[in-house]
């Protein structure tokens, strides 16, 4: 299953890509009155419900992928089931609590890293308050270092 976070309302609306690449939003495809009417406005709330909050949301993306053409028809009026081309995606975890990344600029993270060698310079990982906006990011920007040099897309 790929969640995705679709770029609706102030903090994203979260929602899965199907098998078929169209993009299905929980809180349009939830049937009322049932356990799928409690699936978070986010998806990093989605995540902290744990295994209990996914497997709602797999219920949910299974149904709607075994479902007949005519529901699925429904379901695209109701815009709760769009293609991919017509649907903006955010970062997967706008705002994430914690970013992890590995730097070279210590002899002792390149030991850690079995085997790694020694950059000609050092590079360290360089995100900016940016990495952490609800927009898709990129940073190009000119450095020594090829690993630096390379952008990141976050969409």
């Given amino acids: 299953m790929k969640l995705v976070t679709i770029d609706e309302g102030p903090h994203g609306t979260p929602g899965a890509m199907l098998k078929t690449g169209e993009i299905l939003r ?3 495809a939830a049937d009322a009155g049932t356990l799928e009417a409690w699936i978070p406005e986010t998806l990093r709330a989605l995540l902290e419900a744990g295994k ?5 949301v797999r219920e949910l993306v299974d149904r709607v992928e ?7 028809s429904k379901l695209r009026d109701a815009g709760a089931l769009t293609a991919r081309v017509n649907t903006r995606l955010l970062t997967p975890i706008p705002e ?9 600029n210590y002899r002792s993270h390149l030991k850690e890293m079995s085997g790694t060698p020694v950059p000609r310079r050092p590079t360290v990982p360089m995100p900016g308050s940016a990495c952490q906006s609800m927009r898709p990011t990129w940073w190009i920007g000119k ?5 630096l040099s390379a952008g990141v897309a976050t969409t």
């Fill in 26 to 28: 929980f809180g349009r």
């Fill in 52 to 56: 209990a909050g996914l497997a709602v």
């Fill in 66 to 72: 075994t479902t007949s053409d005519a529901h699925r």
């Fill in 96 to 104: 994430p609590r914690l970013i992890v990344c590995a730097g070279l």
């Fill in 143 to 147: 450095a020594r270092s090829p690993a």
